[in-house]
Nanobody, 127 residues
């Protein structure tokens, strides 16, 4: 079964923190990469962070590098996104995604949209 379930979104003030969680089914977690995209109203979906479930290699979008940290718990098939120093421009629906094939992992991950997707969780940052 292919399943990604996000949790942890909410509304915060600028400068505060949130942690998102993505629980993945064992099948897709074991294949390759799990990461996060976000989509703000009227904007395209953009890649935020990705991690390889095996080696733990990380990659971030420039806009969040240094503020967001992605991590994984292999015992729980879960990936986390720790978001610190949040800004109003971080407001978006955040989607967990897993590469649908190993060849789509890591370097191609942000550019592709044919991933497995979660249902999304809303993050709202007010100034």
């Amino acid at each position: 079964q292919v399943q990604l379930v996000e949790s942890g979104g909410g509304s915060v003030q600028a400068g505060e923190s949130l942690r998102l969680s993505c629980a993945a089914s064992a099948y897709i977690y074991s294949t390759n990469c799990v990461g996060w995209f976000r989509q703000a109203p009227g904007k395209e979906r953009e890649g935020v962070a990705v991690i390889t479930t095996g080696g733990g290699a990380e990659r971030y979008a420039d806009s969040v590098n240094g503020r967001f940290t992605i991590s994984r718990d292999n015992a729980r098939n879960t990936v986390y996104l720790q978001m610190n120093s949040l800004k109003p421009e971080d407001t978006a629906t955040y989607y967990c995604a897993a590469a649908s094939a190993p060849r789509f992992c890591f370097e191609p991950f942000f550019a592709r949209r044919d991933h497995y997707w979660g249902q999304g969780t809303q993050v709202t940052v007010s100034s």
